[in-house]
C-alpha cells in the first residue's frame, strides 16, 4: 500500500490521544482517497469501530456492527509489528485503529504469568502453535502464529472451555516456538488446582474412595495418574509413554500407530506419581528408583474399569539416570 505521508505521526498522535476519533476519521478519509482495496476495507473497520463505540456492549446496535468488523479484517494486508508489553498497556487504542490479528506482538522479554501457561495445556499451544500472554477482565490475549488462519472452532472451542473472551494476536513463529519451548520446559506452576478441577472416581486398586480437595504431592499424584489413564481410554489409546524433558514427565498417547502429546507431570509430582504406578503394579520402587547401571525394565500389571469397560494395564518401568521410563500398555492379556 502507499505509506500516508504522516503515517508515523498519525500513530503515535492517536497512542498519545486515543479519544479523538477526529484523527482516525481524517485519516481514514485518506485512506478512503488512495482507492486501494485494502486501504477501502481498513478505512471502514476505523469508522464501523467508532460509530460501535458509540452505543453499549451487548446493544443489538453494538453488536450488528462489532460483527461486520470481520468483513473488513479479512481485506486489511497492513500489519503492524509492536512490543507485547505496549499493546498490552494501550490494547482499546490499537483496536481502534486495526483488527489485534493484524498486529504482531514481540514477546521477547514479556513477563508471561505462570497462571496464564497453566490455563492452556502444553500441548494445546504446541499444536495449534498459540500462547497466552496477558489478560484484561474476562478477555485473554493469545499469540498464534497465524490469528487470521486460525479454525473458528478452535478458537470457540478455547473461549467456552476457558470462559474468556480470546483476543487473538500474531506472532513471530521462530520466536514463539522458543518461548513455548522455554516457557513450558521450565515450568514448574502449582498444578494442583488444574488437577483438582479433573473429576475424580476411584481408578486403580488401590485408589481411595474419594479425595479431599488438598494440593498436597501425594493426593495431586493420584488425580494425575487417574486423569492419565482415564484420558487415554477415552482416547481409546493403547500406550502411555511417560519420558522425561528437564525435570516434568511428559505423557505421550499411542493411537492408531501414531503419538499424540498428552501433557505434563510437573516434577513435584512426577515420583509420586511413578511410585503409585509401581505400587499398584507390584513393582518394588526400591529396584525402579534405586540403582540405575544395570537397566534391567520390571513388568507387572493391574485391572481397571472405565465406564463399565474392563481393561488390565502392563506396566513397564525401565531405571535410568533421569529417572523411570514408563510404558503402560492397555487392554493386554495378563503377564
Same mark, same amino acid.
Given at each position: 500500500?502507499?505509506?500516508?505521508?504522516?503515517?508515523?505521526?498519525?500513530?503515535?498522535?492517536?497512542?498519545?490521544?486515543?479519544?479523538?476519533?477526529?484523527?482516525?476519521?481524517?485519516?481514514?478519509?485518506?485512506?478512503?482517497?488512495?482507492?486501494?482495496?485494502?486501504?477501502?476495507?481498513?478505512?471502514?473497520?476505523?469508522?464501523?469501530?467508532?460509530?460501535?463505540?458509540?452505543?453499549? =456492549?451487548?446493544? #443489538?446496535?453494538?453488536? @450488528?456492527?462489532?460483527?461486520?468488523? &470481520?468483513? $473488513? *479484517?479479512?481485506?486489511?494486508?497492513? +500489519?503492524?509489528?509492536?512490543?507485547?508489553?505496549?499493546?498490552?498497556?494501550?490494547?482499546?487504542?490499537?483496536?481502534?485503529?486495526?483488527?489485534?490479528?493484524?498486529?504482531?506482538?514481540?514477546?521477547?522479554?514479556?513477563?508471561?504469568?505462570?497462571?496464564?501457561?497453566?490455563?492452556?495445556?502444553?500441548?494445546?499451544?504446541?499444536?495449534?502453535?498459540?500462547?497466552?500472554?496477558?489478560?484484561?477482565?474476562?478477555?485473554?490475549?493469545?499469540?498464534?502464529?497465524?490469528?487470521?488462519?486460525?479454525?473458528?472452532?478452535?478458537?470457540?472451542?478455547?473461549?467456552?472451555?476457558?470462559?474468556?473472551?480470546?483476543?487473538?494476536?500474531?506472532?513471530?513463529?521462530?520466536?514463539?516456538?522458543?518461548?513455548?519451548?522455554?516457557?513450558?520446559?521450565?515450568?514448574?506452576?502449582?498444578?494442583?488446582?488444574?488437577?483438582?478441577?479433573?473429576?475424580?472416581?476411584?481408578?486403580? =486398586?488401590?485408589? #481411595?474412595?474419594?479425595? @479431599?480437595?488438598?494440593?498436597?504431592? &501425594?493426593? $495431586? *499424584?493420584?488425580?494425575?495418574?487417574? +486423569?492419565?489413564?482415564?484420558?487415554?481410554?477415552?482416547?481409546?489409546?493403547?500406550?502411555?509413554?511417560?519420558?522425561?524433558?528437564?525435570?516434568?514427565?511428559?505423557?505421550?498417547?499411542?493411537?492408531?500407530?501414531?503419538?499424540?502429546?498428552?501433557?505434563?507431570?510437573?516434577?513435584?509430582?512426577?515420583?509420586?506419581?511413578?511410585?503409585?504406578?509401581?505400587?499398584?503394579?507390584?513393582?518394588?520402587?526400591?529396584?525402579?528408583?534405586?540403582?540405575?547401571?544395570?537397566?534391567?525394565?520390571?513388568?507387572?500389571?493391574?485391572?481397571?474399569?472405565?465406564?463399565?469397560?474392563?481393561?488390565?494395564?502392563?506396566?513397564?518401568?525401565?531405571?535410568?539416570?533421569?529417572?523411570?521410563?514408563?510404558?503402560?500398555?492397555?487392554?493386554?492379556?495378563?503377564?
Amino acid at each position: 500500500m502507499r505509506k500516508h505521508p504522516d503515517a508515523d505521526a498519525f500513530v503515535r498522535e492517536h497512542l498519545r490521544y486515543p479519544a479523538n476519533a477526529t484523527t482516525r476519521l481524517a485519516f481514514a478519509d485518506w485512506l478512503d482517497e488512495t482507492g486501494t482495496p485494502s486501504n477501502v476495507a481498513w478505512a471502514r473497520y476505523i469508522r464501523l469501530y467508532e460509530e460501535a463505540d458509540r452505543y453499549a =456492549p451487548g446493544a #443489538p446496535r453494538h453488536n @450488528a456492527l462489532t460483527s461486520r468488523l &470481520a468483513d $473488513c *479484517a479479512r481485506d486489511i494486508r497492513v +500489519r503492524l509489528a509492536i512490543p507485547a508489553a505496549r499493546f498490552v498497556a494501550q490494547f482499546d487504542a490499537f483496536l481502534q485503529l486495526l483488527p489485534s490479528t493484524n498486529m504482531t506482538v514481540w514477546l521477547t522479554g514479556f513477563d508471561i504469568p505462570p497462571a496464564l501457561l497453566a490455563l492452556v495445556p502444553e500441548s494445546v499451544a504446541r499444536e495449534c502453535n498459540l500462547l497466552p500472554f496477558a489478560e484484561r477482565g474476562l478477555a485473554l490475549f493469545v499469540a498464534a502464529v497465524d490469528p487470521n488462519n486460525m479454525h473458528v472452532e478452535t478458537v470457540q472451542k478455547v473461549a467456552f472451555i476457558l470462559q474468556r473472551h480470546i483476543v487473538l494476536v500474531g506472532a513471530n513463529p521462530a520466536q514463539l516456538h522458543t518461548i513455548i519451548n522455554s516457557k513450558y520446559g521450565n515450568f514448574d506452576y502449582d498444578y494442583g488446582a488444574t488437577f483438582l478441577e479433573f473429576d475424580y472416581r476411584p481408578l486403580l =486398586p488401590n485408589d #481411595p474412595p474419594a479425595l @479431599a480437595a488438598s494440593e498436597d504431592s &501425594a493426593t $495431586c *499424584a493420584t488425580w494425575c495418574v487417574n +486423569r492419565i489413564l482415564r484420558e487415554a481410554a477415552y482416547l481409546c489409546a493403547d500406550r502411555i509413554h511417560l519420558t522425561r524433558e528437564g525435570q516434568q514427565g511428559v505423557i505421550w498417547f499411542r493411537l492408531d500407530g501414531g503419538w499424540v502429546e498428552g501433557g505434563v507431570i510437573p516434577s513435584r509430582y512426577r515420583g509420586s506419581a511413578f511410585t503409585r504406578l509401581a505400587q499398584a503394579a507390584h513393582i518394588s520402587t526400591d529396584w525402579v528408583f534405586g540403582d540405575t547401571i544395570a537397566q534391567i525394565p520390571m513388568i507387572g500389571e493391574f485391572p481397571i474399569r472405565v465406564d463399565n469397560r474392563p481393561l488390565r494395564v502392563r506396566v513397564t518401568m525401565r531405571p535410568t539416570p533421569n529417572g523411570p521410563d514408563v510404558v503402560l500398555d492397555l487392554n493386554r492379556e495378563p503377564v
